[in-house]
């Protein structure tokens, strides 16, 4: 990989932070709750063939200076040296997916953040499931925010769970463990998540930004406009429309025209 160095001023600039970064509660949340505001979700470098590379540089260079998004491995990635840069406690963590109703293999990178006696999970790369605010690592303790309610819970075999409240039950998103996670583990769970066409990213179109009061979500041509109480579903068309919508409601400028994108189902 290249040498790579860290540029603050540009990476606050990209995000919108404007106060120093101190190694605190109150800064962690700002960190995090600056960038999943500022850079979307989204997976279209796959939809593109182009693959992703989790060099740090071409991260950098991706989400800063270039002003796209990208998924989890990206998006958690450049959390990840923020943090580190300002002195932080952090580690990566893979964690297994369960939205399918099954765990998958590990390949959902986020961060766990020790401060004092306390350890905060930070994940800025989870779609539109992504917690709004970092959690603390309590097991057992309920936590609401917004409209959201989570928990974490230990289970025998995989690990510690983390669920969501939908519709009064109990659901799985994802599960880990503390264990060592180096960059060789990232690099083969990006390589399949990216690659395999077993893999949801593989074969759809995904984007997600979320606002202040409320989110923007893509998959494939189905735009959902979340607004304060306000929902609406627009069917997008292909073609130049569908670039455009995904530059004004996720700020995705493509260098590539829409023909280059992989065919997905319009339904």
């Known amino acids: 990989m290249k040498q790579f160095k860290f540029n603050p001023s540009d990476y606050t600039k990209r995000v919108g932070i404007s106060s120093a970064v101190s190694v605190t509660r109150d800064s962690l949340h700002d960190l995090h709750a600056a960038q999943l505001l500022s850079i979307p979700f989204e997976n279209f470098d796959i939809c593109l063939n182009q693959g ?34 300002y002195g932080f406690d952090a580690q990566p963590i893979l964690g297994r997916v ?12 986020f961060s766990v953040v020790t401060l004092g006696d306390d350890k905060w999970v930070v994940d800025a790369g989870f779609g ?18 917004r409209d959201k309610t989570y928990r974490y819970v ?15 039950e109990w659901a799985d998103l994802y599960s880990f463990d503390l264990g060592y996670v180096c960059q060789g583990d990232l690099d083969y769970a990006n390589h399949f998540t990216s690659t395999h066409p077993n893999s949801f ?16 979500s893509l998959y494939n041509f189905t735009l959902k406009k979340i607004e304060g109480d306000r929902t609406e579903v627009i069917e997008l068309s292909p073609g130049e429309s569908y670039m455009k919508a995904l530059e004004d409601y996720f700020g995705i400028v493509l260098d590539a025209s829409y023909d280059q994108l992989k065919h997905v189902p319009s339904t």
């Open 154 to 168: 230990e289970d025998a075999c995989l690990g510690i769970l983390f669920q969501t409240k939908i519709e009064g």
């Open 52 to 85: 992703v590379s989790l060099d740090p540089s071409h991260i950098y260079d991706k989400l800063v200076y270039r002003w796209r998004g990208g998924y989890c491995y990206e998006l958690n990635g450049l959390m990840l040296m923020a943090l580190k840069h």
């Open 128 to 145: 539109s499931n992504t917690p709004i605010a970092p959690l603390p690592l309590i097991l057992n303790q309920v936590i609401s925010i």
């Open 201 to 216: 990213f593989f074969s759809a179109r995904v984007a997600v930004q979320p606002l202040s009061n409320g989110m923007y």
């Open 98 to 109: 369960h939205l399918s109703g099954s765990p998958s293999g590990r390949s959902h990178q």
